[in-house]
């Protein structure tokens, strides 16, 4: 039987971002006169990247955001969360601990993220992640991204694993949704932004915290799955 995979998202999931996101993003969106979003706007905002959220936020202030504005504040946001990074953003408690179990049972881990592929290994490199994972793909690694099969799929793939072997770990609807799509497992966190309850999003199962995640779960998991040997 091959090894399994855990594959996690990034922000909401593994590390607390919303803080630095918010930032950049008011940084970007006051200076052409934008009135700043709030902690309160975040699981609208946050979760489906950088372009989705500077659109969301010209939708919320109902203000006209043409392509060639779009393309500058992109630039103006990348610059400033880059060069504050990791700023406030830090690793969810347990997830160190967790990484380590599952990495003791045998298991490969690897990050499938939305974020562009620069700064979430910049901001993996700044937090000590990176070595723990076999693959880091973001939302410009492939010519899909998630919610579409491919992400995760071309992630799996990367990692030398197989999709019968594979569990995705996440805090949005583009997290079980494409592991639905892959037709892989799904875990759930409960504490990232997702902008409905994440049980709504039917995940094979739902976590609170980390310590919750064990190498027992994660085949138990594997084994409830219709192809699983």
Known sequence: MSTPIVLFDLDGTLVDTAPD??????????????????????????????????RRAFELRQARLDDALFET???????????????RSQIYPGVLECLDRLSAA??????????????????????GLSDRFAAITGGDTFAMRKP??????????????????????GDSVNDILAAKNAGIASIAVSFGYSDVPVEQLEPDHVIAGYEELTAELVERLLARRPDAA
């Open 148 to 169: 579409d099969a491919g992400h995760i799929l071309g992630t799996i793939g990367m990692a030398n694993a197989e999709p019968s072997r594979s569990l995705m770990v």
């Open 73 to 87: 504040l992109i630039d103006r946001f990348m610059v400033h969360y880059a060069g504050q990074m990791p700023g």
């Open 106 to 127: 045998g298991m490969t881990l690897a990050v499938c993220t939305n974020k562009p592929h620069d700064l979430a290994l910049l901001l993996m490199g700044k937090l």
């Open 21 to 54: 996101l918010i930032d950049s993003l008011n940084h970007t969106i006051t200076a052409v006169g934008l009135e700043p979003v709030s902690f309160d706007d975040v699981t609208y905002l946050v979760g489906q990247g950088v372009r989705v959220m500077i």
